[in-house]
């Protein structure tokens, strides 16, 4: 299975401490997108890149979080000083530019904050 | 602000009922997806729509995409417990690169 995988798949922190999540995109994607979704919500988008840049942030996205993507392959997102309104499933996809951008997402990196 | 309304935002049916599940935007949507997430799970792309009017089937799925490209619809036929989830809609409103603006979904639970 070549899909998109994180990890980790699960993350209990306690407030305050610094968390770092991967994201491995399909092969061949060079545009990888972070969605944060909270209980009985959609996910909201956060931030994408195409290759290595970084091309749009959501306003969602405070000075605490920051992601980067430096070889245009997989992504890594970090939380600095985690507060419990962080605790989410954070949701990482790509997809090919061009095709119609269709976004296969990964499984997931369940965050719980204490 | 682009807004996507889902419908009904929770079903409940017995093994063998059809359902209709309903997608709505005020906006015009350059591409609509489709998908299906279990808990704990990303979602799973089911269909992407783009040409308003276009209907696409899946087994025993059909996906409509309205003429004016601002809503769709999810129609399930002789629902089976494997299909309990939750649906969400996605819409590309094109003004980005890609990004994409999901409804809260529907979430269906189908009894044996």
């Known amino acids: 299975d070549t899909g998109v995988s994180q990890d980790p798949r699960h993350k209990i922190t306690k407030r305050g401490q610094n968390v770092t999540f991967r994201c491995d995109p399909i092969?061949?994607?060079?545009?990888l997108y972070w969605y944060r979704q909270t209980l009985g919500q959609g996910p909201e988008f956060l931030t994408y890149?195409?290759?290595?840049?970084?091309?749009?942030k959501s306003r969602l996205l405070s000075d605490r979080f920051s992601a980067e993507r430096p070889k245009g392959s997989f992504s890594t997102l970090e939380i600095q000083r985690t507060e419990q309104g962080d605790s989410a499933m954070y949701l990482c996809?790509?997809?090919?530019?061009?095709?119609?951008?269709?976004?296969?997402f990964g499984p997931g990196t369940r965050l719980t904050v204490l | 602000t682009q807004l996507l309304e889902q419908s009904p935002q929770f079903l409940s049916i017995q093994e063998g009922e059809n359902l209709t599940v309903y997608c709505n935007s005020s906006?015009?949507?350059?591409?609509l997806q489709w998908y299906r997430q279990e808990p704990g799970e990303g979602p799973v792309l089911l269909v992407t729509?783009?040409?308003?009017?276009e209907v696409k089937k899946l087994k025993r799925l059909t996906f409509q995409f309205g003429d004016a490209r601002k809503d769709s619809s999810l129609h399930i036929t002789a629902a089976q417990p494997g299909d309990t989830g939750l649906y969400l809609c996605?819409?590309?409103?094109?003004?980005?690169?890609?990004?994409?603006?999901f409804g809260k979904g529907t979430k269906l639970s189908v009894k044996p």
């Open positions: 890149f195409q290759n290595e840049a970084q091309l749009e």
């Open positions: 996809a790509s997809s090919i530019q061009g095709l119609r951008d269709t976004q296969y």
């Open positions: 729509v783009v040409t308003g009017g």
């Open positions: 906006s015009v949507f350059s591409s």
């Open positions: 996605a819409g590309d409103y094109g003004g980005s690169q890609g990004n994409l603006i």
């Open positions: 092969s061949e994607h060079n545009r």
